[in-house]
């Protein structure tokens, strides 16, 4: 399975970018599909999930109320809506699909995961 990642790029801050992710090859049950960031010199962190059984949805406190995920219908793959961008988002994004039961409503965590994409940066200017 390969996770491909597109929508980054530069943009002021309060503005928008659309991110998207969609898998390619074999797949089984895909049970979520997510998002995680890393900032220059910080850890990689939860975005926001996306639980294919029921379309349960979670998102980082930094970003609620501000980014959106949702599942592109028909296909393998999500879409991240990212409003009111701020300094703070700039980072590289990397989406990830999981193929087993977590046995919770949200996919937080990266050890859900069992394919991650390539990455695609989002930098905000102030």
């Known amino acids: 399975v390969q996770l491909q990642a597109s929508g980054g790029g530069v943009v002021q801050a309060g503005g928008s970018l659309r991110l998207s992710c969609a898998a390619s090859?074999?797949?089984?049950?895909?049970?979520?599909m997510g998002w995680f960031r890393r900032a220059p010199g910080k850890e990689r962190e939860f975005v926001a999930s996306?639980?294919?059984?029921?379309?349960?949805?979670d998102y980082a406190d930094s970003v609620k109320g501000r980014f959106t995920i949702s599942r592109d219908n028909g296909k393998i793959a999500v879409i991240l809506q990212m409003n009111s961008l701020k300094p703070g988002d700039t980072a590289v994004y990397y989406c990830?699909?999981?193929?087993?039961?977590?046995?919770?409503?949200?996919?937080?965590?990266?050890?859900?995961?069992?394919?991650w994409g390539q990455g695609t940066l989002v930098t905000v200017s102030s």
């Open positions: 996306y639980r294919w059984s029921g379309g349960a949805t």
């Open positions: 090859g074999p797949t089984r049950r895909t049970w979520g």
């Open positions: 990830a699909c999981a193929e087993r039961f977590s046995g919770r409503l949200s996919y937080a965590t990266a050890s859900d995961y069992d394919y």
